[in-house]
């Protein structure tokens, strides 16, 4: 790890959730050539964009994160958005790093592509089993085509990237505006929101019984950091190997809030994806350990983090 700290480190989408934590983590860590640029200085899906960044700038590792990620609702309502765009950023990235002489590409793919009807827990296997949950598949077959061009990339020239598949991530500097964010966000939200204003009941959407898997972002970005001395292409799934049913996560963060009205199930509402866990074994031979930040633990400091942060949360 010591002699990666004088690396200049390329770190895309470093103004979202996801990159703040690992900015942040980097810095801490003492990483000291860190390059940050936001979607102005460098937009991903723009080609003479991202050649001259890359020739300017010649870095010598890529962290790429950027994306355009967004709940259920605005998935559906912009699939083409979804797939052009990440599918853009996916092609380029890969693409102009391998010309520019990258060291090294670790990206982010998406949990949402493993297909609908798989046996749970889901192992890197099943990724090409079937059609993913049609709620947001523009977003998740592009991202599907980063470890396409992980595979090409390292097969025709030996070009060493490592993708990740993250579960569903939470955490500080997460997305709380309601009409985009992810299920923990609005949750956190709407049970904070009903207890300030002494509301009866919350409703929310679905029936409860999914299941999903969460990880803490501190646990994601740590990962992020130790694929750099990763030198398989993966893809390797990251998450804690446990699963969470919705109705375990409400009673969990209204319990953390302090809310003791009802939570009412709005069934009209998808569900998404049935059931959702990995199996961690491949990132665990790998990598030597599985995330383990408990969710209590996760949403206790995401709560406290939301309380005390409220001037600069994403709303
Ligand atoms: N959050 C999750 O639960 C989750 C789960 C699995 C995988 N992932 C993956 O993790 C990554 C980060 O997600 P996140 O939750 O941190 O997302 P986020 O908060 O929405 O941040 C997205 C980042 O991507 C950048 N970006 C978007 N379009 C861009 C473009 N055209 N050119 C350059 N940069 C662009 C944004 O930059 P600007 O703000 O400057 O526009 C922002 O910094 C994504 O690749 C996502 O697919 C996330």
Redesign the pocket.
Known sequence: MENLKNKKILV????????KNLINKLTTLGFKNLLSP???E????NEQSVKKYFEDNKPNIVLH?????GGISINKLKPADFFY??GM?SMLVTHYSYLNNVEKLVS????CGYPKNIPVPFSEDDFWNGLPDMNSYGYSLA?KNLVVGSWAYNEQYGFNHTVLI?????GPY??FNLDTS?VIPALIRKFLDAKENNLDEVVVWGTGVATREFLYVEDTVNAIIDAIECNETGPFNLGTGKETSIKELNETISKIVGYEGKIIWDTTKPDGQPKRFYNMDKFKNSFGYIPNTTLKDGLEKTIQWYINNKNIVRL
């Open positions: 895309t989408g470093s103004s979202g959730f996801v990159g936001n979607s102005n460098l937009d991903l899906t994160i950027a994306g355009l990620v765009k990440n950023m982010l793919a998406a949990g991202k993250p579960a569903n991530l939470y997460d997305n992810h």
